[in-house]
């Protein structure tokens, strides 16, 4: 009997891409900032201002963290402590349970990403306080409740289609972690993508680990040739 078939190469979204819609995200954000600076009591440039910083820090830190989109919903403010995040719940068919591996995990956030979640928290806690609501992701500033999974999908799409990048997915975000994989640092990928077992961070993302036995293929060929 044959085993199961070789799942298929996880696609990523290359770093210039990733790099292209950050850069269209920031335009949009600067561009609300001074249509909502012009005239701050307007709900509509509220409105318009609170999503556009939600989509940039979306990109950020979906390409960073390597989270699941079930994962990223239902983020809480207080999951992050300066640049510490604790990923430790998830979301499938709108309900709330642990994550797909059943086990939480802490990861590092870049300054830049971590500074991003404080200062766009604050700033809207100030404008908006909500003191018993702290979901990272929500349809207003109020944040009474989590975006869903599918909605940050759609936000994700429209921003790379912006920008211009071709077949957005937010989840081939997640595979751009498979570069550490590239370097090495299994164990390193493993970890932050919150797999239960490293193999399966080498089974999908062994297409991106370069040959390394070019030393014992010149052995085998000295050897032959030999005599």
């Known amino acids: ?32 900032t001074h249509a909502f600076d012009a005239n701050p009591q307007s709900p509509r440039l509220q409105r318009r201002l609170f999503g556009a910083e939600q989509g940039l820090l979306l990109v950020r830190l979906a390409a960073e963290s390597g989270a699941r989109r079930g994962e990223l919903a239902v983020l809480r403010f ?10 430790e719940r998830g979301v499938s068919r709108g309900v709330i349970g642990s994550t797909k591996s059943k086990r ?12 991003l979640v404080h200062a766009h928290y604050s700033a809207w806690a100030e404008r908006c306080p909500s003191p018993d609501h702290d979901w990272l992701f929500a349809p207003n500033p109020m944040r009474e409740a989590f975006m869903t999974a599918d909605a940050l999908s759609h936000k994700f799409r429209r921003l790379a289609g912006c920008a211009g990048v071709p077949n957005p997915a937010l ?3 997640r595979h751009g972690v498979a570069h550490l994989v ?8 493993h970890a932050r993508l919150g797999h239960s077992d490293p193999s399966t961070t080498l089974r999908h993302y062994s297409h991106v680990t370069p040959p390394d036995d070019e030393d014992i293929a010149n052995e085998l060929d000295a050897l032959l040739n030999s005599g």
Do not use: C, F, N, Y
Not at 78 to 87: A, H, M, N, P, W
Not at 182 to 189: N, R, S, T, V
């Open 104 to 115: 939480s995990r802490r990861l590092t956030l870049g300054t830049t990403t971590a500074s």
């Open 1 to 32: 009997m044959s085993g199961p078939a070789r799942p298929e190469p996880r696609r990523h979204h290359t770093l210039s891409e990733v790099r292209q819609i950050l850069r269209s995200a920031g335009d949009s954000v600067e561009m609300a």
């Open 182 to 189: 590239d370097e090495g640092k299994l164990l390193k990928a």
């Open 78 to 87: 207080g999951d992050l402590e300066g640049r510490v995040l604790t990923i």
């Open 171 to 173: 989840h081939r975000l």
